[in-house]
């Protein structure tokens, strides 16, 4: 009984990571195709350039309550297997990056699942996890992306944030200490779905934002 309900929620999970916020949003928005704007990412900072704040917002929050409520089911049906909340986590993140119901041939005529770059689903999980992670992941991601400049940076920072705030619950006994490695393995999947930005992270030609932009003005 315990296998399949891991089977379920790891299914489960990874389906409510695949809905693509992002294409219906910027399609009821502006009547565009998301994947055809910028980076072709579905999240929330290319549904801002393709629709707006207001879009980017949208797709921001329903990508994030992806990852929450992959958790909280996790949490409802095995709520002593800490090992599965952080399954439930990583396979809602996989589900948002390689959508299921976004599956079309790259340039070289090969088949390939496409979304976004899992940020969102990251702080969405983290707060299922524990709720008060997102009072310190926003605030951090939000300084990260004002001084530094780079959303790609600030995407690869909210894993990390998630895995200390972890380790840190998990040394004084609040949390367990499987949830740290949600923390360290969704950072994994982050870098990995970054390739590209990383890519222009180290010849200079990465899009700058925030505080940085301004005073390079």
């Given at each position: 009984?315990?296998?399949?309900?891991?089977?379920?929620?790891?299914?489960?999970?990874y389906?409510?990571?695949s809905?693509?916020?992002?294409?219906?949003?910027?399609?009821?928005?502006?009547?565009?195709?998301?994947?055809?704007?910028?980076?072709?990412?579905t999240?929330?900072?290319?549904?801002?350039?393709a629709?707006?704040?207001?879009?980017?917002?949208?797709?921001t929050?329903?990508?994030?309550l992806?990852?929450?409520?992959?958790?909280?089911?996790?949490?409802?049906?095995?709520?002593?297997?800490?090992?599965?909340?952080?399954?439930a986590?990583l396979?809602?993140?996989?589900?948002?990056?390689?959508?299921?119901?976004i599956l079309?041939?790259?340039?070289?005529?090969?088949?390939?699942?496409?979304?976004?770059?899992?940020?969102?689903?990251?702080?969405?999980?983290?707060?299922?996890?524990?709720?008060?992670?997102?009072?310190?992941?926003?605030?951090?991601?939000?300084?990260?992306?004002?001084?530094?400049?780079?959303?790609?940076?600030?995407?690869?920072?909210?894993?990390l944030?998630?895995a200390?705030?972890?380790?840190y619950?998990?040394w004084?006994?609040?949390?367990?200490?499987?949830?740290?490695?949600?923390g360290?393995?969704?950072?994994?999947?982050?870098?990995?779905?970054l390739?590209?930005n990383i890519?222009?992270?180290?010849?200079?030609?990465?899009r700058?934002?925030?505080?940085?932009a301004?005073?390079k003005?």
């Open positions: 009984m315990a296998t399949l309900l891991i089977i379920i929620v790891g299914v489960a999970s389906l409510f990571g809905i693509p916020s992002g294409v219906v949003i910027v399609k009821l928005v502006a009547g565009k195709d998301i994947r055809q704007v910028e980076s072709g990412r999240g929330g900072t290319n549904a801002f350039r629709a707006g704040i207001w879009a980017g917002v949208g797709t929050i329903l990508d994030g992806k990852g929450a409520f992959a958790v909280w089911l996790a949490k409802a049906l095995l709520p002593a297997d800490a090992w599965v909340h952080v399954l986590g396979a809602a993140i996989l589900g948002h990056n390689y959508s299921i119901f079309q041939r790259d340039e070289q005529g090969r088949l390939r699942l496409r979304g976004g770059a899992g940020g969102a689903p990251t702080v969405g999980a983290a707060l299922a996890l524990w709720p008060v992670s997102l009072l310190i992941i926003i605030p951090l991601g939000a300084l990260v992306f004002y001084f530094i400049g780079y959303a790609s940076v600030t995407t690869m920072s909210v894993p944030f998630a200390l705030i972890f380790a619950r998990a004084n006994g609040s949390s367990p200490w499987e949830y740290v490695w949600f360290i393995l969704a950072e994994m999947i982050l870098i990995w779905a390739r590209p890519n222009r992270l180290s010849n200079g030609t990465e700058i934002l925030g505080f940085r301004r005073h003005k």
